[in-house]
């Protein structure tokens, strides 16, 4: 078989792979098999840059964008629908449809209402080669590059009867445990929390980076096809299904209904089995089938009158407010949480519920007795949403204020300047926060002591045996032995995890310590950048802010953190435990001078590497990343379909241009 043939065939098995996968919820080969796959197609498509596709399944993750989405006009705008938050209004829809198609019988076809935000994909000879996000209805973002690395939206259909060019809308969306895993990992690093999936899918589908969008994993589920002829008979639901077998996900849970207790029927049937859905939703979505009935109905000038959107009420109850009381978090941060007479909510009785911060307490202006309005909502936690108007004029007991002293361990509490919220500064001794820095440091993505859970820290804790990381080195079985024998197991597992966590790579390490705004990325850049901690500690914020991708306020957070005597003892003790305070000699070896005194500038879309680890092997090998092409650029590391501006500019200036495979020779990466 010629490498192209070879190629093609590769392309087509993942193809089939990924839809089985990310579509069908069945692999057909495991991970290991799919990656070498992978590998082998990168590598035949590096060496035939002639056959080079954007729609191979090695180009998900592409090019990134340097300036704003381009705008696209939708060929037919992106209507919304109208909504309705009861059964008489669709009650009423029914009939005015029933009216509208002067007594003919028809179908409803019953769909969730997805919660995330709505994209229109267009194919061309089974192809994908748009996507553009609503946006104003008539013209909306071109977010193809993006779009592409959403695994479960084909990029190349299967073999159909599809015309040759069509377009198909639905719903992007992050998927709870996607976006639950993004709010830890936001939470560890310090940033700021996305509200819930759909504002999350949005961010990131707006992000110009597509390695943060293919990393974040989006989903999508169609539900709209539109169609320029239809046969007289053609249908929605049947369309979606055809849709189903060229590959794209089209949701199971839709139903044909021809009656209005039908439609009522999913609607309670749903209302309650949402929660279990993978996928946020908010509501119902009624479709006329018969695409010809469709048209007979029409559009008014916003929605179509074929479809309403039934949204789920977020359920809400009064209750009477008995006090507040004050929660900390493992950075200190201290949140209010209403405590109330117990009142059922949606299945679950809901005594405690959340107040955010200062800020939405004070706007409250709470009063002990007062009745509140409490919610549950697509979150997981309750809310209170307000007090409750109907027992307004009462007379009411005394307001209520937020604590003054830390809950946990009596530290007058503190705000800092231009931030929401208040928190407690004992970070050495307030117990929740030790906790939680032992949580974080013993954490999957840090250390890695998958058991340790919370509740054996829990015990420790308790038991004496722990106040600060480098204390779970000292913990010896006779001191677990001897205590009740429930826990004895987990904690036996926890030691043997313990003492693995000592070859953790040193990058891995300084994550773990749980420095502000040290997240993931930033310890790996100052692992690599100093080498080993004692340089790191030695650092001057100069030489902090010198490192490319450390900001200011990552740079003070070091450098306060190293300057802090008890850190220092910390990182002392660590050390005696056999930690890795230095990258590997692995790593070190892997270093070399190869690239010193180069400044390198990269370009394009690559095969072997993503442009970070281009960027961390050009500092590997002692070079310099620069952003723009100057008379002082050493060479360009150009990979496919580099910028027309760059390559004159290169030209220009005299500037080499190295191939993604020269490079790896170059540096002996190859
Ligand atoms: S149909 C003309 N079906 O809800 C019909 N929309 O205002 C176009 N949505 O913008 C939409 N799930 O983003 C349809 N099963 C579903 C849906 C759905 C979620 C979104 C969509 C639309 C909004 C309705």
């Known amino acids: 078989m010629s490498e192209q ?43 035939h840059p002639e056959l080079a596709d954007p729609n191979s399944p090695t180009q998900r993750v592409g090019s990134d964008l340097s300036n704003d989405f381009p705008t696209f006009e939708h060929r037919r705008p992106m209507l919304s629908l109208a909504n309705t938050y009861n059964r ?92 639950e895993r993004l709010n830890r990992e936001r939470e560890q690093r310090e940033e700021p929390l996305f509200a819930n999936p759909r504002n999350a899918a949005s961010g990131t589908l707006k992000s110009k980076t597509t390695a943060v969008v293919a990393e974040r994993r989006l989903d999508a589920y169609l539900y709209y096809l539109l169609t320029d002829d239809p046969a007289p008979d053609a249908a929605h639901y049947e369309l979606l299904q055809q849709a189903r077998q060229w590959g794209f996900k089209v949701s199971t849970d839709m139903r044909k209904c021809s009656t209005l207790d039908e439609v009522m029927a999913y609607i309670d049937h749903w209302d309650e089995a949402r929660r279990s859905l993978p996928v946020a939703t908010d509501g119902i979505v009624l479709k006329v089938n018969s695409l010809r009935q469709q048209r007979a109905l029409g559009l008014t000038a916003k929605s179509p009158r074929w479809a309403i959107a039934y949204k789920f009420q977020a359920e809400q109850q009064s209750t009477v407010l008995r006090e507040v009381t004050f929660q900390v978090g493992r950075t200190g941060v201290v949140t209010p949480v209403a405590n109330m007479d117990a009142v059922q909510l949606s299945g679950t009785v809901v005594r405690r519920a959340t107040l955010h911060n200062a800020d939405f307490m004070r706007q409250l202006d709470l009063h002990q007795g007062d009745h509140v309005l409490v919610e549950k909502g697509g979150e997981i936690i309750p809310k209170i949403v307000g007090v409750d108007e109907a ?78 990381v480098a204390d779970l080195y000292d913990i010896t079985p006779d ?127 690559f095969e072997r590497h993503s442009r970070d680890e281009y960027k961390r092997l050009i ?47 170059m540096t002996g990466e190859a």
């Not at 579509?23 to 057909?28: F, G, I, K, M, S």
């Open 619 to 665: 500092e590997l090998h002692g070079g310099v990343n620069a952003g723009s092409i100057s008379r002082k650029t050493s060479f360009v590391l150009a990979g496919a379909n580099m910028g027309p501006a760059k390559l004159e500019k290169a030209q220009k200036l005299g500037v080499p241009l190295i191939s993604e495979s020269d490079f790896l020779a």
């Open 5 to 47: 043939d070879r190629i093609s065939l590769l392309r087509q098995e993942l193809h089939a792979h990924n839809h089985a996968y990310y579509v069908l919820n069945a692999p057909t080969i495991s991970d290991r098999e799919f990656d070498a796959l992978m590998v082998e197609l990168a590598e035949l498509e590096a060496r």
């Open 88 to 179: 008489q209004d669709v009650a009423d829809f029914f009939n005015r449809v029933r009216e509208g198609l002067g007594g003919e019988d028809f179908e409803i076809c019953c769909e969730l209402k997805f919660d995330g935000l709505s994209i229109s994909l267009h194919y061309e000879h089974g192809r994908l080669v748009r996507a553009v996000t609503r946006g104003d209805g008539v013209r909306g973002d071109d977010v193809t590059p993006n779009v592409r690395t959403i695994r479960s939206i084909p990029l190349q259909l299967e073999p159909g009867s599809w015309p040759d060019e069509f377009e198909i809308r639905g719903e992007v969306l992050m998927p709870w445990t996607s976006f």
């Open 479 to 605: 001191q677990i032995n001897g205590r009740d024998g429930t826990r004895q197991k987990s904690a036996q597992r926890a030691i043997a995890g313990i003492a693995a966590s000592r070859d953790v790579p040193f990058e891995r390490v300084l994550f773990a310590l749980g420095i502000r705004f040290v997240g993931e990325t930033a310890a790996r850049t100052l692992a690599r950048h100093f080498g080993d901690i004692d340089t790191l500690a030695a650092a001057s914020l100069d030489d902090l802010l010198r490192v490319d991708g450390i900001g200011l306020a990552t740079a003070q957070s070091l450098h306060s953190w190293f300057a802090d005597a008890d850190n220092a003892m910390l990182i002392e003790r660590l050390r005696s435990h056999g930690l890795q305070m230095s990258i590997s000699g692995e790593a070190e070896a892997a270093r070399s001078t190869r690239l010193e005194g180069k400044t390198v500038v990269i370009s394009g879309v």
């Open 391 to 468: 027992f307004a004029g009462l007379p009411r007991g005394p307001r209520i204020e937020f604590a003054k002293v830390c809950p946990e361990c009596g530290t007058p509490l503190v705000q800092a300047d231009g931030e929401a919220a208040i928190y407690c500064p004992n970070d050495l001794r307030c117990p929740p926060q030790i906790k939680g820095r032992i949580e974080h440091f013993v954490s999957r993505r840090a250390m890695g002591i998958d058991s340790l859970g919370p509740e054996t820290i829990d015990d420790f804790f308790r038991a004496g045996l722990i106040h600060d």
